[in-house]
């Protein structure tokens, strides 16, 4: 892939807005190449709007890690700063992953509410937002994508310090798919799990999801239909946010400045200018692991190939909560499933006035709702 980036492309200058970096967390990490470090100023800029002063409520790092033998990658990652009688406080870590097309900034808006009952770390997946961007040609199967997104959090854990002290770990969507299988298979290290919207739950045939496919499209009209065409090419040719961006003859800022005021419901133009400036340079960045949620899941109903529900059947001894917004799309089969089968390791919430994001959407009740399922007595199990 090639590695060459022309900023120029993107609404955020690199020239004129780039000056040698004065925030420690900056100089702290002078491996990171040029482009990284300029959306991370952008980034900052975003989370001081909505109070997170960095230095002082978050501290942000790019943690190193050994994929394969290789040290040249590393996890983007906030980690909430204790101050005055929280400097005492012997805090719980809590794990926060995103979902795809997403990242730790998401979280913002929960950040500071839950940073005042645990240390909170929030993590960019491996491949996306602002983590490194490694050449993942050689993963084939869905089993290895798997894997390979499993082995990177065991590695960012090892470089943290976590894996001697048992943590909490949340996940949404994407970030909730990949959080079950690390989940699964390190039960010693995670107190209880929880699953915003996860992606890939639920036990459903190929044939059932065609049949979904076929009994939506009679009832289309035509710009449903347009649209279903066009999320169909783009998922049977793996296209990324990355190439489309890249590539498309769209108008993209108009595209851009459409999904932001409408998904992360931005209230002023210099939050909305942020935002596009922060993805338009994200967004050139190199393809890596964004194409692998086309190798993992089948369309339309981000049904898995290996369901979360299957592995969670046998062997699961650490509690799990699925959190569903009161108008979420996600398919909460499999998880009633495992409910019904063991109301004692797994249970289903209900966020109110949100939908799939809704980390977004009501962040307050999401916030208030993970800090009371976490601080119930251990003795409770769930």
Not at 145 to 151: E, R
């Amino acid at each position: 892939m090639q590695e060459d980036i022309n900023l120029q492309e993107s609404s955020f200058s690199l020239e004129s807005s780039y000056n040698e970096p004065s925030s420690w967390t900056h100089k702290k990490e002078s491996f990171l190449p040029k482009q990284y470090k300029v959306a991370q100023e952008v980034e900052e800029k975003i989370l001081e709007l909505h109070n997170l002063e960095i230095g002082r409520d978050v501290e942000i790092q790019n943690i190193k890690i050994n994929l394969n033998g290789i040290d040249d990658d590393w996890i983007h990652t906030y980690i909430s700063i204790d101050k005055g009688k929280d400097r005492f406080k012997n805090k719980e870590p809590l794990v926060l992953i995103h979902g795809y097309g997403g990242g730790s900034i998401l979280f913002q808006k929960m950040f500071k509410k839950l940073s005042k009952q645990f240390k909170v770390y929030c993590i960019d997946i491996i491949g996306l937002n602002l983590s490194s961007r490694p050449n993942v040609d050689h993963l084939k199967t869905a089993q290895e994508i798997i894997d390979f997104f499993v082995q990177s959090i065991q590695q960012w854990v090892i470089q943290v310090g976590l894996q001697y002290k048992p943590f909490y770990l949340a996940g949404h969507s994407f970030g909730g798919y990949i959080s079950s299988f690390y989940a699964k298979q390190n039960q010693d290290q995670v107190k209880k799990l929880i699953l915003m919207s996860p992606a890939g739950v639920s036990k459903i045939s190929q044939q059932e999801n065609q049949d979904y496919l076929n009994n939506r499209y009679l009832n289309m009209n035509f710009k449903e239909k347009l649209l279903n065409w066009f999320r169909k090419t783009v998922w049977k040719y793996q296209i990324t946010y990355e190439w489309l961006y890249k590539n498309c003859f769209l108008p993209k800022q108009y595209i851009m400045k459409h999904m932001i005021t409408t998904r992360l419901k931005t209230k002023s133009q210099k939050e909305l200018k942020l935002w596009q400036q922060f993805y338009g340079l994200v967004l050139q960045l190199p393809e890596s692991t964004s194409r692998f949620v086309y190798s993992l899941f089948f369309y339309p109903r981000v049904i898995a190939h290996h369901p979360v529900e299957e592995i969670f059947e046998t062997d699961m001894n650490i509690p799990v909560h699925f959190m569903y917004g009161q108008h979420d799309w996600m398919n909460q089969e499999g998880a009633q499933r495992l409910m019904q089968k063991n109301k004692d390791l797994f249970r289903i919430y209900l966020i109110p006035s949100s939908g799939h994001h809704m980390n977004v959407d009501n962040p307050e009740e999401l916030s208030e709702q993970i800090i009371k399922i976490l601080q119930i007595n251990e003795d409770q199990k769930i």
